[in-house]
């Protein structure tokens, strides 16, 4: 069994910065892409970020150039650093991990976590 665990979440006003963490736990061989996803009222989830076990990074052009994914391989740990965060920011973000259990790999996720920005 994995669990992805988010934290790191809360209220915080336009212009501010919040970092997300989220570990993956359980028995697992390996650990692919990393990633944050996130839903906003009455919205479909959409990708944030996504970061593979290599390093390489991707974003939503929404949250380009403010939000920063990264990894420690050694903890099975993705971040997200966010940072001028807006309203429409507000959603919330979920973790995802593609994960190798012996000979099964499955996408998992957490149990999200709220991020508000607002005055």
């Known amino acids: 069994q994995v669990q992805l665990v988010e934290s790191g979440g809360g209220l915080v006003q336009p212009g501010g910065s919040l970092r997300l963490s989220c570990v993956a736990s359980?028995?697992?061989?390996?650990?692919?892409?990393m990633g944050w996803h996130r839903q906003a009222p009455g919205k479909q989830r959409e990708l944030v970020a996504v970061?593979?076990?290599?390093?390489?990074?991707n974003y939503a052009d929404s949250v380009k150039g403010r939000f920063t994914i990264s990894r420690d391989n050694a903890k099975n740990t993705v971040y997200l650093q966010m940072s001028s965060l807006k309203p429409e920011d507000t959603a919330v973000y979920y973790c995802?991990?593609?994960?190798?259990?012996?000979?099964?790999?499955?996408?998992?996720w957490g149990q999200g976590t709220q991020v508000t920005v607002s005055s």
């Open positions: 359980g028995t697992i061989s390996s650990v692919y892409d």
């Open positions: 970061i593979s076990s290599g390093g390489s990074t």
């Open positions: 995802y991990a593609v994960v190798k259990r012996g000979v099964l790999v499955s996408g998992e």
